[in-house]
């Protein structure tokens, strides 16, 4: 029998896949090895061992020799050798839902916080988050058995959920609304769990959709069914976080007020000035010439008649040019790099150009040590644009902090 290397990509063989007990084996097992050195990881430890053991049988199968230990040991070190570990010494625990490419989670660790739990079903966004983190996320948390795997007992609850499927509310009264809609799978975790503090993100249109009576459902939910007071503010990256890009969001800051007593003294960060300018973030230099367009394009003659400066980022609206005129990016989104619609566009010394997709990261506050996978850039510019802030995130999670 060969001796034999292990790694978490191999838990995708497809032969193995045949073999697995539960479809989430590879979140239930990087979720172990990530609690490894603490107490959450007794919560995976029996699914996790039990993935492990099958994964190990299949190897042996395949007469490659590896003891469970030895597998362990070295899924062990690819789990924790990975550019944003754990904070050692972390003060609160924290989960992620709709986790995207783990904006929220980078935020939270910074500020000394513990991720016990993630769940996003994107397949390419789980790539960049494993990346990452180390941690392969959880699938579809509508499921019960997803849900399932969520440890008792954690702090605050993160959540950046999609609102698409908020149509139907407002049609019926009451809390009733929130069913079919993923809101729903957010207020069924925080009834069973009772975070000290929920933490929420938005499209800014959530507060005006519907005439308003979705927001005011969320609302009454978190307030009235739940017993959380709740706090929330629209913020834009560009005044509140140091970021030149017009992004406004709407967070909503809830706490429990039986756990956290002055919950009354929280307050969300006050304006700070922006420093930077989009010449912080653009690349220096010529870009590869994929990114240009070439003087021969249909739309080039319009590009280059319209676009005369070079401070400012420019968005391609499928058939005209806008203008920043703050002279900050645009807001990113996730269509970025689909059908020529919303693209963000720049002047250099070299052309015109789209910005790149480490640009549009560095936009939404990642550092340059994040990882982008070798994604298509579709993916990676629509991973940007779902993406939040990070480091607005980062500043509301420090007035929270003040509070607990």
Not at 208 to 228: A, N, P
Not at 258 to 281: A, M, R, S, Y
Not at 290 to 297: A, I
Not at 356 to 380: D, M
Request: with cysteine.
């Amino acid at each position: 029998m060969e001796k034999h290397n292990v790694s978490i990509e191999e838990l995708d063989g497809k032969n193995y896949q045949i073999r697995l007990v539960e479809p989430d084996d590879k979140a239930i097992i990087t979720h172990y090895l990530h609690n490894f050195h603490n107490g959450v990881s007794k919560h995976y430890k029996e699914s996790a061992l039990k993935a492990l053991k099958s994964f190990v049988k299949y190897k042996q199968d395949e007469n490659i020799s590896i003891v469970e230990e030895e597998a362990l040991q070295q899924l062990l070190f690819e789990v924790e050798n990975v550019p944003f570990p754990t904070p050692k010494k972390y003060t609160f625990k924290f989960i992620d839902l709709f986790a995207g490419i783990g904006g929220f989670r980078l935020a939270l660790q910074n500020v000394g916080g513990k991720c016990v739990y993630t769940s996003e079903w994107e397949k390419a966004a789980k790539k960049t988050y494993r990346d990452n983190f180390g941690e392969t996320p959880f699938g579809d948390i509508t499921k019960e058995n997803t849900k399932n795997y969520i440890p008792k007992k954690f702090d605050v609850l993160c959540a950046g959920f999609p609102c698409q499927a908020f149509s139907i509310a407002g049609e019926r009264k009451g809390f009733a609304d929130t069913r079919g809609t993923l809101f729903f799978d957010v207020e069924e975790i925080i009834d069973k769990h009772r975070p000290k503090v929920v933490f929420l993100e938005n499209v800014k249109n959530l507060v005006s959709h519907d005439k308003g009576k979705t927001f005011k459902t969320i609302i009454e939910i978190l307030e009235k069914k739940l017993g959380y007071k709740a706090y929330s503010s629209v913020l834009n990256s560009m005044t509140h976080a140091n970021i030149p890009q017009n992004r406004e969001r709407i967070f909503i800051v809830a706490f429990d007020p039986k756990q956290v007593p002055n919950f009354t003294t929280f307050k969300f960060p006050e304006k700070i000035e922006l420093k930077k300018t989009i010449h912080n973030i653009l690349e220096k230099g010529k870009q590869e010439d994929k990114y240009y367009y070439s003087k021969d394009h249909q739309y080039y003659p319009e590009l280059d008649k319209t676009m005369v400066s070079k401070d400012t980022v420019y968005q391609w609206r499928r058939v005209y040019v806008r203008e920043n005129k703050s002279n900050v990016c645009p807001t990113l989104t996730a269509n970025m790099g689909t059908g020529g619609h919303n693209v963000p566009l720049i002047r250099d010394n070299f052309g015109i150009r789209k910005l790149t997709p480490r640009e549009c990261f560095s936009f939404q506050g990642y550092p340059q040590n994040f990882i982008l996978p070798n994604l298509a850039n579709s993916k990676l510019y629509m991973q940007a644009g779902n993406s939040v802030t990070t480091t607005l995130i980062e500043r509301i999670s420090y007035e929270i902090l003040k509070v607990l």
